[in-house]
């Protein structure tokens, strides 16, 4: 049993333990949530990653803080609590590459080639790794875990706050044990090293076998280039702490805007032998002598709003310029006087990122692969090596009706494309794929020529 595998099992068994399982932490303010996550240790990492994760599938509530002097079921009660996702957005208008079909090509012989094709008609690559592109950018790292169940191969998406993992000494950027969290209450966890696995249960071993794949069964991607351990920062750090900030704002100025509109009552100089009580069919006494002011006024509160609301859009503004999001790119329609050059200039740091993209997945995807032929090896005695080449569509910008048909025909001027594959573009779900699109054109074709 190796060093980095009884590290693993005594981390598991202590992360599982009913006695140290952490609970997630409360917290009331942004800074205090910084604060909070700025400690060392995984534990620290894990649940700075369970908050990004939080902000970006909506479960923002729970991050905004008390208004000052506000109690917590105070808090509770306060209806005038908004968030606004932006960390999902500025990660999905990033997460780009496999929002289109991409092509693969497998250098491999017919047998590797046939069950490779199964395992991704079963998965569905390109809906998997949109989502993996997705976390990556949140979390700065993220994993597949492939599995062999019922005779085929399943994979598995793994997040970074449900990973611990203990890097190899001598390659910092391969896990010589992998700890994975089952989803929940973090009492379940399977430990994984290249020879063995064990599942842990409740700070005990439930059972632990040898695997025989030769390597742990997880391919990972990482955010940005591996320098300084194995864990790298994913864009979603900054953003969804500034997320969180956006959104006590903003909340503070839901409140404030109802309160806006709620007169108070100023009760001058009322009988102090009376109680005072405000009703429809009650009256308020008074008994003033002199030049003594007295009556009932009502007062409303002068809070600046337009200020508030000026503040919220520099930040979001500021924020986004940090992020190097585009206008354009958050923009449903592009203005009609605005030209193709300028959306391309405002989109270059998009389709620069892309370019950068392109490179990890390719070497991403290719760590898929070499998983899965390990797990066939171990579980369908498939004893071969396969290289995959894969080819990313070109980035589709906004254009108008005019510019599109322009490139479009001279596109099939030019032998680019064919008038199927705009085909099939234009109304993908019209046809299952490019010989189905094909055949129609050549349909349509024919009928037009005989009836001229």
Aim: proline share 6%.
């Amino acid at each position: 049993m190796s060093d980095s595998f009884t590290r693993a099992l005594s981390l598991a068994l202590e992360h599982t333990s009913p006695l140290t399982r952490s609970e997630r932490p409360s917290v009331s303010r942004p800074d205090e949530l910084y604060a909070l996550y700025t400690s060392e240790g995984d534990n620290a990492r894990r649940a700075e990653a369970r908050f990004i994760w939080d902000m970006y599938r909506g479960d923002q509530l729970r991050y905004i803080p008390r208004l000052p002097g506000e109690s917590a079921t105070e808090f509770l009660r306060r209806p005038h609590k908004q968030f606004l996702n932006v960390t999902r957005v500025i990660i999905d208008v990033l997460s780009q590459l496999y929002r289109r079909p991409v092509e693969r090509q497998l250098d491999a012989d017919k047998r590797v080639r046939e069950r490779i094709q199964r395992v991704w008609d079963r998965n569905t690559p390109d809906r998997l790794l949109l989502g993996l592109d997705r976390l990556a950018r949140l979390q700065g790292v993220a994993a597949v875990r492939v599995s062999f169940e019922q005779g085929e191969v399943r994979y598995w998406p793994w997040p970074a706050h449900r990973l611990v993992c203990i890097p190899d000494l001598d390659r910092p950027d391969t896990p010589a044990a992998v700890i994975a969290f089952a989803a929940g209450d973090g009492s379940l966890a399977h430990v994984w090293s290249p020879e063995r696995v064990s599942t842990v249960a409740g700070g005990r071993i439930i059972s632990e076998q040898e695997h025989g794949l030769g390597r742990v069964p997880f391919a990972f991607v990482h955010d940005q280039l591996i320098v300084d351990g194995f864990w790298t920062e994913g864009r979603g750090r900054a953003v969804a702490f500034a997320n969180a900030e956006f959104n006590a704002k903003l909340s503070e100025l839901a409140h404030t805007v109802a309160m806006q509109g709620f007169g108070v009552m100023e009760i001058v100089n009322p009988d102090p032998a009376q109680e005072i009580a405000v009703g429809p069919a009650r009256a308020i006494a008074f008994n003033v002598s002199g030049n003594d002011p007295f009556g009932i006024n009502f007062k409303s509160p002068n809070a600046p709003i337009t200020d508030l609301i000026a503040d919220l859009e520099f930040f979001l503004a500021t924020l986004l310029k940090t992020q190097r999001i585009p206008e354009s790119v958050l923009s449903v329609n592009v203005g009609a006087n605005i030209s193709g050059v300028s959306v391309l200039a405002q989109q270059t740091p998009v389709l620069e990122d892309r370019v950068e993209r392109q490179q990890v997945f390719r070497a991403f995807e290719q760590q898929l692969l070499d998983v899965t032929l390990a797990v066939l090896r171990e579980h369908e005695a498939l004893h071969a090596e396969a290289t995959l080449h894969v080819n990313y569509p070109e980035p589709t910008l906004e254009q108008s009706a005019a510019e599109r048909m322009q490139v479009d025909d001279w596109r099939l001027r030019n032998g680019m494309t064919t008038p199927w594959a705009l085909m099939l573009r234009d109304d993908p779900d019209a046809y299952t794929d490019l010989e189905q699109a094909r055949q129609a054109w050549l349909t349509n074709h024919q009928g037009n020529t005989h009836a001229g």
